[in-house]
């Protein structure tokens, strides 16, 4: 079955739907930065041959100029986003000066029944306002915080300030009262 043949692939706890961009594991969805994504199709597709860096360079970052750093960075990421699910499977091989093979058992399913991750709906609102609504709380009380500190510390200036300057001012209406000596 040719890559363009397939819906989805299998591999571990993994499916991978390229069509969707969307890599499941175990009926969960995994969040990927699209170039990693990109990245694992590629080598998903291929899986068990070499893709060359170049390769991968070309088909991921199309008619952008890019150093292997950033290849590397992906694949590493890839490694731990797949490891974190199944620490003892081994999916992607670096093959030293040349590029990667991706080594896991892939089975390539053409049917859209076939598919093993369930359909995930969005999620409602209800589990998403807590988090934002929390957020907002949060941003409101270092607001309140920070005024409350802002007035405090001004009036304690004000206070301050205003205390030496009524001294001040007594002192020297005290001098001013005060009548000349007569020198003698």
Not at 15 to 38: D, N, W
Not at 60 to 89: K, Y
Not at 138 to 164: H, I, K, N, P, Q
Request: charged fraction near 25%; proline fraction near 7%.
């Amino acid at each position: 079955m040719s890559a363009s043949e397939a819906t989805s692939y299998r591999f571990g706890p993994f499916t991978l739907i390229p069509r969707e961009r969307l890599l499941y594991c175990q009926g969960e969805a995994v969040s990927l930065t699209p170039k990693a994504f990109e990245t694992l199709r590629v080598l998903v597709e291929r899986h068990g041959r070499l893709v060359t860096k170049d390769d991968l360079i070309r088909e991921v970052w199309p008619d952008v100029v890019v150093e292997e750093n950033n290849l590397a960075q992906h694949i590493s990421m890839l490694r731990r986003t797949l490891a974190q699910a199944a620490a003892e499977d081994r999916f992607i091989e670096t093959v030293p000066k040349r590029g990667y093979r991706f080594v896991a058992p892939v089975v390539e399913d053409s049917e859209p029944g076939s598919i093993a991750a369930p359909a995930i709906e969005a999620p409602p609102d209800r589990f998403v306002t807590p988090v934002r609504v929390r957020w907002a709380l949060v941003a409101a009380a270092l607001a309140v915080v920070a005024l409350a500190a802002f007035a405090w510390d001004s009036r304690r200036a004000r206070a301050s300030t205003g205390s030496s300057t009524a001294r001040d001012s007594r002192a020297c209406s005290r001098t001013a009262l005060r009548a000349p000596r007569a020198r003698s």
